[in-house]
T-cell receptor
Framework: AQTVTQSQPEMSVQEAETVTLSCTYDTSESNYYLFWYKQPPSRQMILVIRQEAYKQQNATENRFSVNFQKAAKSFSLKISDSQLGDTAMYFCAFMKHRTGANNLFFGTGTRLTVIP | DAGITQSPRYKITETGRQVTLMCHQTWSHSYMFWYRQDLGHGLRLIYYSAAADITDKGEVPDGYVVSRSKTENFPLTLESATRSQTSVYFC?????????????FGPGTRLTVT
C-alpha cells in the first residue's frame, strides 16, 4: 500500500517570504507521479504542481517549485514570494504509473497561513 | 457549463435515509473517481470507474454504491446513511494518459448525517 505523510499540520509565513512544505511517501513502485494540490477556503481542489518520478529535474511552476529526492522518498514544496492568496490547505498526493484508472493517495494536509 | 459539477453542494439527511450525490463531467473523460475528505485523513478513495459500466472499489467503499450507465455521470449512493458518513465528498475525472493522468475535481458536496 502507498502511504503519504505530511508531518506539518499547520505552518505560517510572512507575506513575500519563502516557505517549504514537507512530504514523504512510501512505495515499492519504481515509476509514479507526485502532486501538490491546493485547497483554499472555497474547498476547490487545485493542482499546483506535478512531478514524474522518472524525471530527475525538479518541477517548477512560477513561484512554486519542488525538491524531489527519489531515494529518500521525499517531495517538498517551496513557495517563494508568498502571497495572501496562497493561504490554503496543501495536500501532497501519490499516483502509481500504470495503464488504466490511477487513483490518488493523499497525505493529511498542511494548513498554510500567509500573514500580512 | 463545461467542466465537472456536483450536486447538491450541501445536504443534510437523517440516519437510515438513502442519499444520492450526483457528478457530471463534460470532457468525456474515461475515468471518474469518488473521494471523501475527513479531518486527519486527507482524501480517501471510495469508488472509481474506468468506463461506462465498469466500476471498482477503492479504500473505503463500505456503505456506498455507484453506477455509471453514461460516460459523463457517476452518481454515488449512500443506501442507509450513518453519522460516520458525514463528510465532504469530491468527484474527479481524468482522461488517463491523454491528460497525463491529471485528475480534475468537482467543487465538493458537504453531507451531514444527523
Amino acid at each position: 500500500a502507498q502511504t503519504v505523510t505530511q508531518s506539518q499540520p499547520e505552518m505560517s509565513v510572512q507575506e513575500a517570504e519563502t516557505v517549504t512544505l514537507s512530504c514523504t511517501y512510501d512505495t515499492s513502485e519504481s515509476n509514479y507521479y507526485l502532486f501538490w494540490y491546493k485547497q483554499p477556503p472555497s474547498r476547490q481542489m487545485i493542482l499546483v504542481i506535478r512531478q514524474e518520478a522518472y524525471k530527475q529535474q525538479n518541477a517548477t511552476e512560477n513561484r512554486f517549485s519542488v525538491n524531489f529526492q527519489k531515494a529518500a522518498k521525499s517531495f517538498s514544496l517551496k513557495i517563494s514570494d508568498s502571497q495572501l492568496g496562497d493561504t490554503a490547505m496543501y495536500f501532497c498526493a501519490f499516483m502509481k504509473h500504470r495503464t488504466g484508472a490511477n487513483n490518488l493517495f493523499f497525505g493529511t494536509g498542511t494548513r498554510l497561513t500567509v500573514i500580512p | 457549463d463545461a467542466g465537472i459539477t456536483q450536486s447538491p453542494r450541501y445536504k443534510i439527511t437523517e440516519t437510515g435515509r438513502q442519499v444520492t450525490l450526483m457528478c457530471h463531467q463534460t470532457w468525456s473523460h474515461s475515468y471518474m473517481f469518488w473521494y471523501r475528505q475527513d479531518l486527519g485523513h486527507g482524501l480517501r478513495l471510495i469508488y472509481y470507474s474506468a468506463a461506462a459500466d465498469i466500476t471498482d472499489k477503492g479504500e473505503v467503499p463500505d456503505g456506498y454504491v455507484v453506477s455509471r450507465s453514461k460516460t459523463e455521470n457517476f452518481p454515488l449512493t449512500l443506501e442507509s446513511a450513518t453519522r460516520s458518513q458525514t463528510s465532504v465528498y469530491f468527484c474527479a475525472s481524468s482522461g488517463g494518459l491523454e491528460s497525463s493522468y491529471e485528475q480534475y475535481f468537482g467543487p465538493g458536496t458537504r453531507l451531514t448525517v444527523t
